[in-house]
């Protein structure tokens, strides 16, 4: 890969990740890295994010098996959403009676919701690696 397409690469996974950063590695810690890489089809990179993401305590990235199965449940979260947002506003509106208590709640479960969702999206996000081998 020449200088300018490793710098364009480096510059769509900054946008898509928001940050770079370089890491040393030992010899047998690399040859770790690349075994799990190859094994499991993506870059040393993603398997990094992943290792992160695991210790972190942020959900895995969804798998291909997976991928329509989250991708749906992240749908069916935003209408359920839009259902919360539907209510308050009804309630602010005056068409339905006020309750404060009510209001409270249906927006601690929409933020909930949402937050949620967020996660769902992010576990939709796959390698660069396995993107590219898709046709």
């Given amino acids: 890969m020449d200088a300018d397409a490793q710098n364009a690469s480096a510059q769509s996974a900054t946008r898509r990740y928001g ?22 089809n993506v870059t040393v990179s993603e398997v990094v994010r992943r290792l992160v ?7 895995p990235v969804a798998s291909e098996a997976l991928l329509p199965a989250v ?8 209408r359920v959403g839009l259902n919360f947002n539907q209510a308050v506003r009804a309630m602010k509106e005056g068409r339905v009676p006020y309750d404060e208590d009510l209001e409270s709640a249906l927006i601690a479960v929409g933020d909930l919701v949402r937050q949620f969702r967020e996660e769902l999206k992010a576990m939709t996000i796959g390698s660069r690696k396995a993107r590219e081998a898709k046709p």
């Fill in 19 to 40: 940050a770079v950063t370089h890491v040393r590695f030992s010899s047998d810690e690399l040859a770790g890295l690349k075994a799990i890489a190859q094994r499991e």
């Fill in 53 to 59: 993401r695991a210790e972190t305590g942020h959900l």
């Fill in 71 to 78: 991708v749906d449940m992240t749908d069916q979260l935003r």
